[in-house]
T-cell receptor, first 112, second 116 residues
């Protein structure tokens, strides 16, 4: 079953604005990852945050993790039209399972 | 990052035929590969976990006789959709994790299957 639930399901912004996507999950996790998918393509790994981390940065990406609320957020700053894609969070569960469980994703549209 | 190649990218077949999709890790040895199915505008649904040299572990509700998975080497896993039906039409994506790579998965570009 899907664990991660992203919101919003769709987000449309103008170039230069920031985009924030949220992800909630249900069980204890080992790590949480964010992936990007262009339409009809495979997924590209963006960033991984471990359960003992609270915030992580990578370029224009900022990810936060709140394990007490079982939620994470992905912030893309100074968005570009090329950031248009679907973004998924995926959780690695505690207990050693290798499986990642993906959320339903947020479809981001950045208008030029 | 590591490269995973998936082939074919698109395939159209007639009902009742079988289709094989290959997933290769090009620059690393993938001890574990995962096969996902994705419906339009939906998330990825894990179908099975494939470990090199052993039988695949299927998720609940996935028919192992319908979706045959073989992981014969550290760089190749195959998914065969047997006796395909129109409802099997979907986007199938593989991902791989190497022995020394923790957490991150590397994805193939996906295979769009259309069953007529």
């Amino acid at each position: 079953s899907q664990q991660g639930e992203e919101d919003p399901q769709a987000l449309s912004i103008q170039e230069g604005e920031n985009a924030t996507m949220n992800c909630s999950y249900k069980t204890s996790i080992n790590n949480l990852q964010w992936y990007r998918q262009n339409s009809g393509r495979g997924l590209v790994h963006l960033i991984l945050i471990r359960s003992n981390e609270r915030e992580k940065h990578s370029g224009r990406l900022r990810v936060t993790l709140d394990t007490s609320k079982k939620s994470s957020s992905l912030l893309i700053t100074a968005s570009r039209a090329a950031d248009t894609a679907s973004y998924f969070c995926a959780t690695g569960r505690q207990g050693g399972s290798e499986k990642l469980v993906f959320g339903k994703g947020t479809k981001l549209t950045v208008n030029p | 990052g590591a490269v995973v190649s998936q082939h074919p990218s698109r395939v159209i077949c007639k009902s009742g035929t079988s289709v094989k999709i290959e997933c290769r890790s090009l620059d690393f040895q993938a001890t574990t590969m995962f096969w996902y199915r994705q419906f339009p505008k939906q998330s990825l649904m894990l179908m099975a976990t494939s470990n090199e040299g052993s039988k695949a572990t299927y998720e609940q509700g996935v028919e192992k006789d319908k979706f045959l998975i073989n992981h014969a080497s550290l760089t190749l896993s195959t998914l065969t959709v047997t006796s395909a039906h129109p409802e099997d039409s979907s986007f199938y994506i593989c991902s791989a994790r190497g022995a020394r790579i923790s957490g991150e998965l590397f994805f193939g570009e996906g295979s769009r299957l259309t069953v007529l």
